[in-house]
């Protein structure tokens, strides 16, 4: 029971479960594992795909020489182990020459450099057969606004875009682009900060279809927000192209914790919502294990992250087949047809008999609507009782 299979299109990032438990106020508790070895452990796990950051394979000063025989080794892995690569992106966050940002610097002289190792970082991962490609602008930000105009940031970030766009068009590969929000950390502020303001960016681009979104669980909830409601909103307008799956408490730093492990609620939605709507990309699982594990712990982690998504499966499955919720529904959602004469297109018709039309407000205030019995069941669910 709930083993994950390539179906389900589970994915991790190099830098999940290779992550070596380092944070701001402690070193290293696990050894580096080699990307070989992540691609063997994602396989024992049962993973569908890697996920890498340029210099998650090839180091930043590694020789042509150098990065031609590890990427030949890589490749030899995941031919070993029938894993993919659907989705690749840039490390423009850790080298010091991306301390002010990367597309977004002040100096013209980082800025192109960005682009230098974005366009690298871009062939070698449709060299590895991605065919998306993300970019979390993890420096793109500031710690005083005393330092750039935020308009000059959003200018750069458009000009950077619109290259790399062309670029990808210009070498006629077949990727498409995916921006991923976070509000802040590492810097102070994020620009273009949640999935919604990425959205909106995105049609300022000169080649909006092109490029979509990958809203990250924990990124939503570090500033507040539903993830659902982001997530939904980026599927209404076609521009679901990934996902980064993981969880964290509302109003902490960037935890990344195993799927579901925080707010279990949130992610059975979640989960109905991808199913429901038939969401085809990977699931990618953008976590790393507690810094108190080791590699079977690691090995846990991932597990537990796809174990939790095929429970959560089959909780959707049954509460679409629950009888109660579902008459629950159909009662909350009553429609005895008569204000269809109102709905769109509009016309003035319409609109003159609608300001004419009279409601019993006092009665519309008064019904009850079953939202309690309904999240009851909804719990009773997800805790098996039912
Ligand atoms: C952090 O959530 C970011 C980086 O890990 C990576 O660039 C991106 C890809 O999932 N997510
Ligand atoms: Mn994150
Ligand atoms: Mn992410």
Redesign the pocket.
Known sequence: MYEPKPEHKFTFGLWTVGNIGRDPFGEPVRRQLSPVEIVHLLAEVGAYGVNLHDNDLVPIDATPAERDKIVAEFKRALAETGLVVPMATTNLFGDPAFKDGAFTANDPQVRAFALQKTMRAIDLGVELGAKTYVFWGGREGTETDAAKNPLDAAKRMRDALNFLCDYVIDQGYDLKFALEA?PNEPRGDIYLATTGAMLGFIETLDHPEMVGVNP?V??EHMAGLNFLHHVAQAWDRGKLFHI?L?DQAFGRY?Q?FRFGSVNLKSAFFLVKFLEDVGYDGSRHF?AHAYRTEDYEGVKDFARGCMRTYLILKEKAVQWNADTEIQALLAEINADDGSMAVYAPPYTSEKAAALKEASFDRIALGQRGLGYERLDQLTIEVLLGVR
């Open positions: 976070k990250e924990a990124h980064d993981n960037d990344d953008d």
